[in-house]
């Protein structure tokens, strides 16, 4: 059975069904919502802006201050070259810490025959470049043409930039109208030649050169010796000490000059008295 109280709660219930034709209501909490995201993306605009302005700011600073040019370096292991020697070989000056590339410029020292091996490092200021070399060591004093340059163990040439004693001497004779240039190699078996030689006879004052004879000097007796090249010369020597022992008695002559290049094959020859 139905009662009165019954019908109205039905009517109540039916009555808070949603229609399609209703009007909605918008809500509150939603609007305030839409609200908060806006404002919120207007701060991240400004926070972004001053970023970049900041960005912009440091990368002027960068460019445009002195303090990111290169006017110096930290240099370290010269011995016979000068600071300024190896900055000026390194080509860095007046320019700016970002354009450097530390291989490069370590092929640039490379390139200069006194030195044997370069390490360069960048950093920020006050040493923004940083070079540590080693040089060659000088085997040798080469005179030719009226220049005298370094030799090392490969038979490098080298500027001569100080004067070491103990280095054996060499000067080529007048037939070498040219100076050895910086990017000229000696044979190996020359420079070894010379420096055996000379361990061999230090009293010489200085050893000469031919192209065709090789190694060899002035003997006090007045006449030439002449030794070729390479490693074999305490043999040479024998021969050659052998033959001027032997020579003047038998001949009776003046040796005017003794050749032992070619050991096999030694070959003197005299002048008359």
Not at 131 to 157: F, S
Not at 208 to 224: I, V
Request: net charge negative; with cysteine; proline share 7%.
């Amino acid at each position: 059975m139905t009662t009165p109280r019954t019908r109205q709660d039905r009517r109540t219930a039916r009555a808070a069904i949603w229609r399609a034709g209703a009007a909605a209501v918008p809500l509150e909490a939603e609007t305030v919502q839409h609200g908060v995201r806006e404002r919120g993306f207007g701060g991240a605009r400004i926070v972004s802006g001053i970023i970049a302005l900041s960005i912009i700011m440091v990368l002027v600073i960068f460019f445009t201050a002195d303090l990111f040019y290169v006017r110096g370096a930290a240099i370290g292991g010269t011995e016979y070259l000068t600071v300024s020697d190896v900055y000026t070989i390194a080509g860095v000056d007046s320019w700016h810490l970002f354009w450097i590339d530390p291989a490069d410029v370590r092929a640039r020292l490379m390139d200069y025959p006194t030195i044997a091996d370069a390490t360069v490092q960048t950093g920020w200021p006050p040493n923004m470049v940083q070079i540590v070399v080693e040089e060659r060591e000088p085997a040798l004093v080469w005179e030719q043409a009226g220049v005298a340059v370094w030799i090392d163990l490969q038979g490098r040439v080298m500027s001569k930039r100080a004067d070491i004693d103990g280095l054996p001497r060499v000067v080529a004779d007048s037939l070498e109208a040219d100076p050895l240039g910086p990017n000229m190699r000696l044979p190996v078996d020359v420079v070894s030649g010379a420096l055996q030689l000379h361990l061999l006879k230090p009293e010489i004052p200085f050893l000469r050169y031919h192209p065709n004879k090789g190694l060899g000097y002035n003997d006090p007796g007045g006449w030439e010796a002449w030794f070729g090249s390479g490693a074999n010369m305490s043999e040479k020597l024998l021969i050659y000490n052998a033959i001027v022992a032997r020579a003047q008695p038998e001949l009776g002559a003046q040796l005017n000059e003794v050749n032992v290049g070619s050991p096999d094959a030694p070959v003197y020859c005299c002048k008359v008295r």
